[in-house]
């Protein structure tokens, strides 16, 4: 195995070990990413804020509930840029839901959206582990923790369902947001789905390389919730 693809292919612990150290410096993103970002992509929007990557994924989804969508990077020519690297702006941790497609409802292209998905929007380690990658080495500025209307997983944990195989690592990956929301008064489904989200947001800052990257004011992440019926997107917290 070459030098470079030793250095592509570190592994999750590695990268995890030497981001401590090394955020802030540019030495992880420099030597892991290298070729992961083309050339003419590696300052596309190096100098967006946190805030206003933010700003632009809620003005992709209200062109989308305007229904005024403009369909960014879509075309082959930014199938051809990207196909040399990848540099999105944000990240999305959601829900597997087929109805919830985070490029559709933010109105963004190839290449804009780092994406993890997952039944109940939770943080399992290994959707930790992808976003501190996108943060630390692809450099995103934003992590929308992005849970939604009527989400059968909740639903399903709030019921107690008996579920066979490893559904069950789910369900209990809800729970404890869903023991948060009890007290609340309102619609019990939405004030426990909010909850998850809110939940799974403490499990992302708790990461050492996500918070640091939040310290240094390079990295914002916030809750999210999406109304089925409407295609609105709310920043929760």
């Given at each position: 195995m070459s030098k470079k693809q030793s250095q592509v292919n570190i592994s999750r612990r590695g990268l995890l070990k030497f981001g401590a150290g090394a955020i802030g410096t540019g030495v992880v993103a420099a030597g892991i990413g290298a070729n992961l970002i083309a050339p003419e992509q590696a300052s596309a929007k190096d100098d967006i804020t946190p805030e206003k990557a933010l700003q632009e994924l809620l003005d992709g989804n209200d062109r989308f509930v305007k229904r005024k969508r403009r369909n960014p990077n879509q075309g082959y020519t930014r199938l051809l840029e990207v196909a040399k690297g990848q540099k999105p702006y944000a990240s999305i941790l959601g829900c597997a839901d087929s109805r919830v497609p985070s490029e559709i409802i933010f109105?963004?292209?190839l290449?804009?959206?780092f994406v993890c998905r997952v039944a109940g929007n939770i943080?399992?380690?290994e959707e930790i582990g992808s976003l501190e990658f996108g943060s630390l080495v692809l450099g995103t500025k934003v992590?929308?923790?992005l849970g939604h209307k009527r989400c059968g997983a909740v639903e399903a944990t709030m019921k107690g369902a008996q579920v066979p195989g490893q559904i069950a690592s789910l369900l209990d990956a809800i729970k404890p947001g869903i023991e948060q929301s009890k007290t609340?008064?309102?619609d019990k489904l939405e004030n426990a789905s909010k909850a998850n989200v809110l939940a799974q947001v403490v499990k992302l800052k708790a990461s050492p390389v996500?918070?640091?990257l939040i310290k240094t004011?390079?990295?914002k992440i916030v809750g999210g919730?999406?109304?089925l019926d409407t295609g609105k997107v709310t920043v929760l917290g």
């Open positions: 109105d963004q292209g290449g804009d959206l943080a399992t380690p992590i929308m923790l609340q008064p309102g996500l918070a640091e004011n390079k990295l919730y999406y109304d």
